[in-house]
C-alpha cells in the first residue's frame, strides 16, 4: 500500500517538475533579457540611428523597417486570410473536395519551415516575378524588382502568417450563432448580404486577433528575410517598396554574430531583444485578450 | 453545414414569400418573380471570387514545391548531357535521405564519368565534406544531414518527457491556480520570437553550459538541441494536453469507479488512451525542430564536422541556407544546392505533417468511436 502511494507521489511529483521546469526557463529567459536591456532602454535608444559603426546610438531604421514589414504584410495576407475563411466557414460544404483541399493548404503551409518561405521569396518573388517585372519595364537593363526588397520580403511573411490569419478568423467566424444569419436570411437578405452586413461586423474582433497574432509572428521570424530583403545596415530608411530594409530580429541576429566587437554591443544587442520581446508580447496579449473576449460572447 | 445548406435554400424561398408585403414597396409589386429563387449575378460572382482567393493557399503549396525544386533542378539537369546511364538509378535518390547512401554502392559508375569540371555532381553530394567556397567546391551533404539530426535528436529528446509530463500534469493533477501559471507560461514561450530564444542560448546558456560541464566548445549540437527545445516544448505540450483532454470522460469514470487513484487512472487509462495524439505531437515538434533556424543557427556554432560527437559544434540544414545564401551568386550550383537543401527540408517537414495530421484526424477519431 505504501509502495503504491508512493509511485503515486512520484508520478505526480516528477509532472509537477517538468511543469516547473517550463515555468522557470520562461522566467529566467525573461528577466535576463529584461535585466540586461533595461539600463540601455531610452527614448533616445528608440528614436536613435545606430552610430559609431552600429556601437552605438539607437535601432530607429530597424524598429521602422519592422512596423513596414508587418503592414505591407497585414494589406497582403489579411483579406486573403479572411476571404478564405468566409469561404471555408460559409460557403464550402463538407462533401466537396476542395474545402478538404484547402484546409489541408493551410495545415501545409503553417508547417513549413521558414527557411524554406524565404527560399520561395528569393525563387518566386525576386527572381520569378521581379525578374519578369524588369525584364518588362526595362528590358532587363536595370535591377529594380529583381533583387532582395521589403515588398518581396513582406509577401513572403504574408504568406507565413497566412494559416495564422485563417485559423483565428475561421474561429470567430463559427462562434456567431446560427440564429443570426438566420434572422438576417428570413428579412430577405440574399446571402453575401448577410455575410457582409452580419457575419463580418461580428467576426470584426476576430479579424483583428488573426491580424495581431500575425503581426506578432511576422516581427519575430527572420529566418524568411534573410535573404529577401532585410540589410546589416542602411544610412537611410526605406522611401519605396523597392528599397531594402532594417528588421529588430534581423539586427539582433546581426548584431550578436556578425558585429566586430560583440562584448562592447552587448547592451545594444539586449536593448534590442527587450524591444522586440515586449513588442511581441503586447501583441499577443491583446490577442489573447480579444480572444477570450469572443469566446465569451459566443457562450451567451 | 451540409444540414445548414439545405436549410438555407428552402429558407430563402420562405423569406421571399414573407417578404411578400415588403418587396410590393420595394419592388414596386413585381412579386411574381420574388416567389421563385432567382439567379443572382451578383451573388454568383462574389461566390466565385470568394473561392478563388481561397484557392490561393493551395496554390501557393503548389507553387512553393515547383519554385523551390526548380532551383534546385540544374544540379540533377546538368548531368544529363554526360551519362544518360546513371540518370535512370539517381532518379530515385531526388532529396531522399537514405536514398542517397544507396549511390554510396551503385555511384561508382558515376565517379568516373562526372568527376570532371569540380561542379555539383551527384557524387560530390555524399561526400562528407562541405566546402562551398574553395578552389575545388565540396558540396557533401552528409555532416548537414548528421547535424540537423543531432540538434533534433538532442531537442527532441529533452523535450518530449517534459512536454509530455506537464501536459499529463496539467490535464490530471493540477490545481486551478497551477493550471493558470502554467498555460499563460507555455503561450509564452510559444511567442517568444525564435531569434530571442538564439540570442539567450548564445549569450547565457553556451556560458553556464561550458562552466557547468566543461564543453570544448562553448557552442555545440548539445547547446543547440536544448535551446531548440525551448521552442519545440509548446507544440508538444499544446497538441499533447488537447488530446488528454479528449480522452473520453467514461474512460476516466470508468477507472476510478474501479478503484484506480489518480495517477493509476492517468498513467494506464488517459496516457494509452491519447497516444495517437501524442505520436503526432512528438512528430510535430521533430519537424519544427529540423526545420528551425535561428536558434541552431545562433547556438551551434555552424561548423560543418562530421562526426558523431554531440559536444561538438554542427552545421545544420536549415543554419547553412540561412548563413550561405545571402552570399551566393544567382544561378550558381552552390546556389542551386542550398535550394536542394530546402527541398529536403521541405518534403522532410511535410512528410512529417502530413502523418501527424494523420494520426490526430483520423487514428483518434476511429478510437474513440469504438468504444
Not at chain 2, 509548446?234 to 470508468?254: C, G, M, N, Q, Y
Request: aromatic share 12%.
Amino acid at each position: 500500500m505504501t509502495r503504491k502511494i508512493l509511485i503515486g507521489n512520484s508520478v505526480i511529483g516528477i509532472s509537477a517538475m517538468s511543469a516547473l521546469i517550463i515555468v522557470l526557463a520562461v522566467l529566467i529567459i525573461m528577466v535576463d533579457i529584461v535585466v540586461g536591456g533595461w539600463s540601455t532602454l531610452s527614448w533616445e535608444f528608440l528614436i536613435g540611428e545606430p552610430k559609431e559603426g552600429m556601437t552605438e546610438g539607437g535601432i530607429f531604421p530597424a524598429i521602422f523597417g519592422t512596423f513596414l514589414l508587418v503592414i505591407i504584410m497585414s494589406i497582403a495576407g489579411l483579406p486573403v486570410g479572411t476571404i478564405t475563411a468566409i469561404y471555408l466557414s460559409e460557403y464550402a460544404s463538407q462533401q466537396s473536395i476542395l474545402p478538404r483541399i484547402i484546409r489541408f493548404a493551410v495545415n501545409t503551409l503553417a508547417g513549413v519551415p521558414a527557411i524554406v518561405f524565404g527560399l520561395f521569396g528569393l525563387g518566386f518573388f525576386i527572381q520569378f516575378v521581379g525578374n519578369g517585372l524588369d525584364k518588362l519595364f526595362t528590358g532587363g537593363i536595370e535591377l529594380k524588382w529583381g533583387q532582395p526588397n521589403i515588398l518581396w520580403a513582406s509577401m513572403t511573411m504574408a504568406l507565413l502568417t497566412l494559416p495564422v490569419v485563417i485559423v483565428s478568423v475561421e474561429e470567430a467566424i463559427r462562434a456567431i450563432p446560427r440564429e443570426q444569419r438566420e434572422a438576417s436570411l428570413a428579412l430577405g437578405a440574399t446571402k453575401w448580404q448577410t455575410i457582409w452586413k452580419v457575419v463580418l461586423p461580428h467576426s470584426f474582433t476576430g479579424i483583428l486577433t488573426g491580424g495581431i497574432l500575425a503581426v506578432s509572428r511576422g516581427a519575430g521570424e527572420v529566418a524568411p528575410i534573410l535573404f529577401t530583403g532585410a540589410a546589416y545596415f542602411l544610412p537611410k530608411l526605406p522611401n519605396s517598396l523597392s528599397d531594402q530594409f532594417m528588421e529588430l530580429g534581423y539586427h539582433i541576429y546581426i548584431m550578436s554574430t556578425q558585429s566586430p566587437d560583440v562584448e562592447a554591443t552587448r547592451g545594444i544587442q539586449y536593448a534590442t531583444t527587450l524591444v522586440l520581446l515586449l513588442l511581441t508580447f503586447t501583441l499577443n496579449f491583446s490577442a489573447i485578450f480579444l480572444r477570450y473576449k469572443i469566446r465569451k460572447t459566443s457562450t451567451l | 453545414m451540409n444540414a445548414l445548406g439545405s436549410v438555407e435554400t428552402s429558407e430563402n424561398r420562405q423569406t421571399e414569400i414573407n417578404s411578400h408585403n415588403i418587396g410590393e414597396k420595394k419592388y414596386g409589386g413585381n412579386t411574381r418573380s420574388l416567389l421563385r429563387k432567382r439567379f443572382r449575378i451578383g451573388e454568383f460572382l462574389v461566390e466565385k471570387f470568394i473561392t478563388v482567393v481561397a484557392l490561393i493557399s493551395f496554390v501557393m503549396i503548389i507553387l512553393i514545391f515547383v519554385f523551390v525544386f526548380r532551383e534546385a533542378s540544374p544540379i540533377f539537369l546538368s548531368k544529363e548531357q554526360d551519362a544518360s546511364m546513371v540518370i535512370e538509378e539517381e532518379q530515385e535518390t531526388y532529396g531522399e535521405i537514405d536514398g542517397t547512401l544507396r549511390v554510396t554502392t551503385s555511384g561508382k559508375s558515376s565517379l568516373e564519368t562526372s568527376g570532371g569540371e569540380g561542379k555539383g555532381t551527384l557524387k560530390n553530394l555524399i561526400g562528407t565534406t562541405w566546402q562551398p567556397i574553395s578552389e575545388q567546391p565540396k558540396y557533401g551533404l552528409l555532416p548537414l544531414i548528421v547535424g540537423s539530426f543531432k540538434v533534433t535528436i538532442v531537442a527532441v529528446l529533452f523535450a518530449t518527457p517534459i512536454a509530455l509530463l506537464a501536459a499529463l500534469f496539467t490535464a490530471m493533477f493540477a490545481p486551478k491556480w497551477a493550471k493558470e501559471v502554467l498555460k499563460p507560461s507555455i503561450e509564452i514561450l510559444a511567442g517568444f520570437p525564435s531569434v530571442v530564444i538564439g540570442f539567450f542560448a548564445l549569450i547565457v546558456m553556451a556560458t553556464v553550459f561550458q562552466n557547468f560541464f566543461g564543453f570544448e566548445y562553448r557552442l555545440n549540437a548539445f547547446l543547440g538541441g536544448i535551446a531548440l527545445s525551448l521552442a519545440v516544448i509548446p507544440i508538444i505540450f499544446t497538441v499533447t494536453e488537447d488530446s488528454l483532454s479528449r480522452v473520453p470522460k467514461v474512460l476516466t469514470e470508468a477507472s476510478f469507479a474501479l478503484g484506480a487513484t489518480k495517477w493509476q487512472t492517468a498513467i494506464f487509462v488517459v496516457f494509452p488512451a491519447a497516444t495517437p495524439g501524442i505520436f503526432a505531437a512528438i512528430l510535430l515538434g521533430i519537424g519544427r525542430a529540423f526545420g528551425e533556424t535561428m536558434i541552431v543557427m545562433m547556438a551551434t556554432g555552424n561548423a560543418a564536422i562530421f562526426s558523431v560527437n554531440f559536444f561538438e559544434p554542427v552545421r545544420t540544414m536549415s543554419a547553412t541556407i540561412g548563413a550561405e545564401m545571402a552570399e551566393v551568386i544567382f544561378g550558381d550550383t552552390h546556389y542551386n544546392i542550398l535550394f536542394l537543401i530546402g527541398s529536403i527540408l521541405f518534403i522532410f517537414t511535410f512528410t512529417l505533417n502530413a502523418i501527424a495530421e494523420v494520426f490526430i484526424r483520423q487514428r483518434l477519431m476511429k478510437r474513440f468511436q469504438g468504444l
